[in-house]
């Protein structure tokens, strides 16, 4: 092969600290090289560069290199003076690549690689969950997205020693996302937060391959490709979107073009002389805009465009340059207009982000202690207290004091300090708050991993992530849900073959869905696996001695069903015989209960099992019932109630000098509490029980008037005088009642 | 001796320059971002800078650019991928003396760097 190897090098080379010297030695120690200096003008390491600084040379190299192979080696100058001719020799195909060889990765660079992996990916989750709460932050998208080009170059260049499976599928997750965000960025248009839960499901696999990676398993994780496909095109349905509601993007053609070209005319006019290349810029320049404004139909600009393009190279630069100037004008203030609109159009979306993330109690917003919170809702509760007084206070001044102008004028204003109150309060409420996503962002991961072990196919499904609730509540139902997951995939859905012979589709499907309902919060969890059998439950129940047959002969379906959330119905080695639910309900219920909330079940045989956990929307409000006691009316929280029961007082026994009743075939203990609270009690014949979750006591009240929701105060030190009184809380008439917790 | 400067945000990626330098006899310095490795090239004078692009606080343009400002005559190698096509031109306009794309093992390091430095 022979080649002659023109050097024309100038000024730009020699600004990029370039010594051409090097690529001529470079070129010798190919072959037989025949090397012509025409000028040699380089630059003094201390110099700076110059147009005077030239480098030119013909070398003619006669070598057996291809073509490519000299091409890669000049690859830096290339595209700057460098011209290549083949003067001898079939231009040979690219030589093929020799296979290469799989390579020892050095061991402290494998050792780097992965204390660095594991870094990331704990960075990354980190900023995937403040994201999560603010997915439009470009800030944090460009930290996720570094997050991922780190680790993918890093990968990249493991791979680089050979090929390694799991490796490619983290170079591939990597590379893909990365894309993905880098748009997001670029563009500003943020990611959705389903992209981001995406994303989150994405480092999860990155994990799962990564310790596949450490221990030198394989992780099959085609699943992925689906992950990448919905991340990626939902990045461009965003877009289109926003394209439709801001700017025809022929428009923001010509902006993003004028914003260009106006700087550029504007400098190019200050010289006294235009060199070819500048001459052909305005040339282009014009043709462009002649054709952009023409078809937006910008008349005015059309015309003053070609007017310019007519009178280039024929009038007086500097006329031309007033004409220029004006059009620039014309452009920027098109610019400035557009994009103000543009602006606008950005700012109502930057608001509607705002709101979605409005209750986020993390992220950069600020991070509160919640015992914080806890002692502002206290004092907002006395503050409460005091507004009831103050009120009172003004029928006095109005009533017993004489100065009824007084009293009005305190009213008046009392109206105003009431609303404000409220507002406090629910704002402060608003404060703990949280998505209940924070808590389903795990699941995917558990149904995985779960799915995997036993060896079930499960498709999980997650709805109403952003429904929000206490976070003290998310935080409590945590291992219950848990719980319910495990047990949906353990017994509840069949293995792949019972399914398929059952007709039903191979892949089982787990669904969590959360939504709110007046006061409470739902949150079900529904398989289509294969239902509890009712007769087992039955069976086992009398097994247990927890009922009687006579007694299960009473019960309706549903009612026995309940029987498997009872302490004592289930311990975890029956779990699996009895096809259906087991381990540890009798936990969930009673977390649940504590909260204030309900457990229901419904389930088909071999359709499936819905668990529903009915949750208070914050402990902050609860449920009370209303009940009377004498003349007093007292509060008890309604959780602690399992049941209410009137009997008649013939049937109180005394038992070693404890009151007692029989109920449901259990010894109940009777508290008289208007005796421990000195109040006289007016009932004659019949008297009301409240009855523990635990069926293990009964409080004796004369009436049970009605529940209400309210926000239970701490008993302010004043009025702290009887320790079964445990808060209060203040009615809508504004008198203030005494909560006890006598049945905790 | 010769002296190179790596400048990374990646921990892996510093480490395999400076393993690939100092096999080749450089002493090399690290800075984890443009931030870092514009102070480091104040107080001394390297043969050569290898420099990532994408970096937090300060990317490596930005540096690139700082850096030329006050010195025009040290070879600045930058790490691009091939997704980076277009940082290529705008390195090569702010005065990179070439690029080396990513992933590369630190025999390809040798190379070019010997192609720029002697």
């Known amino acids: 092969m022979k080649y002659l190897i023109k050097f024309r090098l100038g000024k730009s080379v020699f600004e990029r600290a370039i010594d051409p010297r090097f690529y001529i030695e470079d070129l010798q120690e190919l072959g037989k090289a025949d090397v012509k200096i025409i000028k040699e003008n380089i630059p003094e390491p201390d110099e700076e560069p110059t147009d005077e600084h030239r480098f030119e040379a013909d070398v003619l190299l006669e070598t057996d290199r291809s073509l490519d192979e000299i091409k890669e080696i000049l690859e830096f100058i290339l595209e700057d003076g460098v011209e290549i001719e083949v003067l001898e020799g079939e231009q040979k195909e690219k030589k093929e690549e020799t296979t290469e060889k799989r390579a020892e990765v050095p061991q402290a660079l494998l050792e780097n690689y992965k204390l660095e992996t594991e870094e990331i990916l704990s960075r990354l989750r980190e900023s995937l969950e403040e994201l999560y709460s603010d997915p439009g932050s470009l800030e944090l998208i460009n930290d996720v997205f570094r997050s991922f080009h780190t680790l993918k170059g890093n990968t990249g260049l493991i791979l680089s020693y050979g090929e390694e499976p799991n490796l490619k599928y983290i170079h591939e997750i990597t590379h893909k996302a990365e894309t993905v965000l880098q748009k997001a960025r670029d563009t500003g248009i943020g990611l959705s937060q389903r992209q981001v839960e995406i994303l989150q499901e994405l480092v999860d696999r990155l994990d799962d391959l990564f310790l596949a990676f450490s221990e030198g398993k394989e992780e099959d994780a085609e699943d992925v490709f689906q992950l990448l496909e919905e991340l990626g095109s939902s990045v461009e349905k965003k877009e289109e979107l926003k394209q439709g509601e801001g700017l025809p993007s022929d428009i923001s053609a010509l902006l993003n073009v004028a914003s260009q070209y106006v700087p550029v005319y504007r400098e190019l006019c200050t010289k006294e002389e235009l060199t070819e290349e500048e001459e052909d810029f305005f040339r282009r320049s014009l043709v462009t805009l002649y054709k952009v404004t023409k078809e937006l139909g910008f008349e005015d600009l059309n015309k003053k465009v070609k007017d310019l393009q007519n009178s280039f190279g024929n009038v007086d630069f500097k006329e ?413 008439d504004g008198s203030i009642v005494y909560v006890l917790e006598v049945l905790k | 001796m010769k002296r190179a400067l790596a400048v990374d945000d990646s921990a892996t990626m510093r480490n395999l320059v400076k393993m690939a330098l100092e096999s080749e006899g450089f002493t090399v310095d690290t800075a984890e971002n443009g931030q870092e490795a514009l102070q480091l090239a104040k107080k001394n004078t390297y043969d050569i800078v290898i420099s990532d692009i994408n970096m937090p606080v300060m990317d490596g343009l930005q540096f690139l650019k700082e850096f030329r400002e006050m010195n025009k005559r040290t070879p600045v190698l930058m790490l691009t991928t091939e997704t980076e096509a277009r940082k290529k031109e705008e390195a090569k306009r702010l005065g990179a003396t070439g690029w080396i794309v990513k992933p590369f093992k630190p025999e390809d390091l040798v190379k070019v760097v010997k192609r720029v430095v002697r």
């Not at chain 1, 007033?322 to 610019?335: T, Y």
């Not at chain 1, 045989?605 to 009316?633: C, D, H, N, Q």
């Not at chain 1, 421990?676 to 523990?692: C, E, H, P, Q, W």
């Open chain 1, 320 to 732: 031309f340059c007033e004409n220029l100037e004006e059009l620039a004008r014309d452009l920027q203030k098109l610019v400035e207009s557009k994009s103000a609109e543009a602006k606008k159009e950005e700012k109502r979306e930057d608001k509607k982000a705002f709101d979605a993330s409005k209750y986020v109690s993390k992220s950069k917003y600020l991070k509160i202690e919640e015992g914080v919170i806890q002692d502002l809702m206290d004092i907002v509760g006395e503050l409460s207290v005091f507004k009831e007084w103050i009120y009172l206070f003004a029928n006095k001044l109005q009533k017993f004091y004489g100065v009824p102008d007084a009293a009005k004028e305190l009213k008046d204003n009392m109206h105003r300090f009431r609303s404000l109150m409220d507002s406090l309060q629910r704002t402060i409420l608003e404060m703990r708050m949280v998505p209940v996503s924070t808590l389903f962002e795990r699941f995917p991961k558990l149904v995985r991993d779960l799915s995997r072990t036993l060896g079930k196919k499960v498709k999980l499904e997650i709805e109403g992530g952003e429904t929000k609730l206490d976070k003290v509540i998310i935080e409590k139902i945590a291992e219950p849900m848990i719980h319910l997951v495990r047990n949906a995939i353990d017994h509840g859905i069949e293995t792949p073959e019972e399914r398929e012979s059952l007709g039903k589709p191979i892949e089982g499907h787990i669904r969590i869905r959360a939504f709110q309902e007046g006061g409470s919060v739902v949150i079900e969890v529904s398989d289509d696996g294969r239902g509890i059998d009712v007769e087992k439950v039955r069976k086992k129940a009398i097994e247990k001695s927890l009922y009687t047959e006579e007694e299960l002969s009473q019960m309706s379906e549903e009612e026995i069903l309940q029987i498997i959330f009872q302490p004592g119905f289930s311990t975890k080695d029956q779990a699996t015989e009895l096809s259906g639910r087991g381990v540890g309900m009798d936990v969930v219920a009673n977390t649940v209960r504590e909260l204030g909330g309900e457990v229901s079940l419904q389930t088909q045989k071999s359709l499936g099992t819905t668990v529903r956990l009915i949750l208070p929307l914050t402990l902050a409000i609860r449920k009370i019932l209303l009940v009377r006691i004498g003349e007093v009316t007292f509060g008890i929280p309604a959780e602690d109630v399992g049941e209410v029961f009137r009997i008649g007082r013939e049937m109180v026994k005394s038992l070693k000098g404890v009151k007692v009743v029989y109920h449901r075939g259990r010894v109940l203990e009777l508290d008289f509490i208007n005796e421990r609270l000195g109040v006289k009690s007016t009932a004659n014949g019949t008297l009301t029980l409240l009855i523990d979750n635990s069926l293990s006591k009964g409080v004796v009240v004369d009436e049970v008037l009605s529940t209400i929701d309210t926000v239970v105060k701490p008993v302010p030190s004043v009025l702290q005088t009887s320790e079964e009184i445990s808060g209060i809380t203040i009615l809508g």
